[in-house]
């Protein structure tokens, strides 16, 4: 029992990373012993059917064709060239048009139908109209991404810009700036962090969504993980899938880390980086507008 001077430990505080790790391998440990467990002893004494869930020791004997045979490194590289395409794309589009909706209320109420419609739809049943609309190829593909992420961008985009306090508006417009400087020195700039952290989250929702996006391959090419699941799948090779359904989270977990080290990089008042991006463009800026030696 706690005594009435031993504080409270805080509610939402950050356990150490050591502490963090080990809970964090106990949870792998304990999905990996039921999944030994259930698929433990012959086929026909096991929990669970072999043709259901193939045990640990048989998927990992699996591990070796399908990095080779199956090419499931290039098949993940195909799969991250159309994330970043749909995703880069649906970025360059919804950021800018986040932040006039939240600075114009005009444009927030003009696109909030598409707005409510994008975010709500079902991603099944944008397969068939993006076949109709784009065809069955690679552009199909990141058009797929880039409708399926666009409108979630816009509304993070636009919530990041309206949560700035008015205060650091006020006092832009007591200092004479005009409402093109407050929105490009004062709104983006400390909306920017928040900005960055959402797309960073739904990067890696992006990358779920491309499993349906590669439903259909053009051609005998490279059709990427979707494909490869639905290859394994219809020939009824459990292992594959397991294998790449493992594959997928590392590969975005590590790209996650990867932004969020960039993140916190790129905004060290926020995230505590060292801030050695923005520096080095502060530097090259600095020398790009210094003038010329010996010219008059």
């Known amino acids: 029992m706690r005594t009435v001077d031993e504080p409270a430990k805080p509610l939402r505080g950050e356990a150490p990373a050591a502490t963090a790790a080990l809970w964090g391998v106990t949870c792998v440990a304990c999905v990996a012993a039921l999944w030994f467990m259930a698929t433990a002893g012959d086929a026909e004494q096991r929990f669970i ?124 417009l007591t200092l004479g700036a005009t409402r093109l400087q407050i929105i490009l020195k004062v709104l983006v700039p400390l909306a920017a962090p928040s900005i960055f952290n959402s797309l960073r989250l739904l990067f890696g929702i992006a990358f779920g969504y491309v499993m349906l996006a590669e439903v259909v391959k053009l051609g005998g090419g490279t059709g990427g993980l979707g494909d490869l699941i639905n290859v394994s799948q219809r020939r009824g090779e459990r292992e594959p899938i397991l294998v790449v359904l493992v594959v997928i989270p590392m590969v975005a977990y590590g790209i996650d880390r990867l932004l969020w080290m960039l993140q916190c990089d790129l905004f060290p008042h926020r995230y505590g980086g060292r801030g050695f991006i923005p520096r080095l463009v502060r530097r090259l800026l600095h020398g790009a507008s210094s003038p010329v030696e010996g010219v008059a």
Do not use: H, W
Request: overall charge positive; hydrophobic content about 55%.
């Open 49 to 172: 059917s072999p043709a259901t869930l193939p045990s640990p020791r048989e998927t990992l004997e699996k591990v070796p064709a399908v990095f080779g045979e199956r090419r499931l490194v290039a098949n993940a590289l195909v799969t991250l060239k159309r994330v970043c395409l749909g995703f880069g794309l649906s970025a360059v589009v919804g950021v800018p048009l986040g932040v006039l909706a939240a600075c114009f209320p005009s444009v927030r109420a003009f696109i909030a139908p598409l707005a409510v419609f994008g975010r709500n739809i079902p991603l099944a049943a944008l397969i068939p109209l993006t076949f109709f609309f784009f065809g069955i190829g690679e552009f199909q593909k990141v058009m797929f991404l880039f409708i399926a992420s666009v409108a979630f961008i816009v509304g993070d985009t636009t919530a990041a810009v309206l949560e700035v306090p008015q205060r650091y508006v006020d006092t832009a």
